[in-house]
T-cell receptor
Framework: GAGVSQTPSNKVTEKGKYVELRCDPISGHTALYWYRQSLGQGPEFLIYFQGTGAADDSGLPNDRFFAVRPEGSVSTLKIQRTERGDSAVYLC??????????????FGPGTRLTVL | KQEVTQIPAALSVPEGENLVLNCSFTDSAIYNLQWFRQDPGKGLTSLLLIQSSQREQTSGRLNASLDKSSGRSTLYIAASQPGDSATYLCAVMNNNAGNMLTFGGGTRLMVKP
């Protein structure tokens, strides 16, 4: 079956611009996660959705970052007034449910964002 | 705050060797621990998930162990092959911090033919 998909695979933008990154989770997965990975480091948590609601957004670095999941499936990560420090690979993951030790997360290929 | 450390940061071995990758974490109150593989420029592929009540999991040539009380996990790769070359990441899910995964920095493995 289809895995987690993310678009675009690469995004180059100029400082100050607005960008949207899209994630399409595995069908039937109710939980969706966004992570950010800088070069040579492990991914860092940004935000987690259970259904349509953001259950935990404690990892968002500041108010320039926002994410939505209006119908409980596809999610969009939105970054306003991009800065060079936002350059990273943005990873999306999904899982069947939350609050369980059986909660295995499956990751998409990521979107590489470059802010010039 | 949970912190995850992976040692070594990089490892180069000849083909055929058995090897061990190490992962340690500071807070033992975890739901589970996952090992991932990441190829250059790619996403993460889940290799093994160990629940907090388990001691180990096996898949093919891979064996992962978990010692929750001491905050350690190891990934054992038997009879390594050049195709095993990748970055290996471990991640823990805390049972008091929602469902976020906290990742280590990874071990970059190179298996030489």
């Amino acid at each position: 079956g289809a895995g987690v998909s993310q678009t675009p695979s690469n995004k180059v933008t100029e400082k100050g611009k607005y960008v949207e990154l899209r994630c399409d989770p595995i069908s039937g997965h109710t939980a969706l996660y966004w992570y950010r990975q800088s070069l040579g480091q492990g991914p860092e948590f940004l935000i987690y959705f259970q259904g349509t609601g953001a259950a935990d957004d404690s990892g968002l670095p500041n108010d320039r970052f926002f994410a939505v999941r209006p119908e409980g499936s596809v999610s969009t990560l939105k970054i306003q007034r991009t800065e060079r420090g936002d350059s990273a690979v943005y990873l999306c993951a999904s899982s069947y449910s939350s609050g369980s030790s059986y909660n295995e997360q499956f990751f998409g290929p990521g979107t590489r964002l470059t802010v010039l | 705050k949970q912190e995850v450390t992976q040692i070594p940061a990089a490892l180069s071995v000849p083909e055929g060797e058995n090897l061990v990758l190490n992962c340690s974490f500071t807070d033992s109150a975890i739901y589970n621990l996952q090992w991932f593989r990441q190829d250059p420029g790619k996403g993460l592929t889940s290799l093994l998930l160990i629940q907090s009540s388990q001691r180990e999991q096996t898949s093919g040539r891979l064996n992962a162990s978990l010692d929750k009380s001491s905050g350690r996990s190891t990934l054992y790769i038997a009879a390594s092959q050049p195709g095993d070359s990748a970055t290996y990441l471990c991640a823990v899910m805390n049972n008091n911090a929602g469902n976020m995964l906290t990742f280590g920095g990874g071990t970059r493995l190179m298996v030489k033919p």
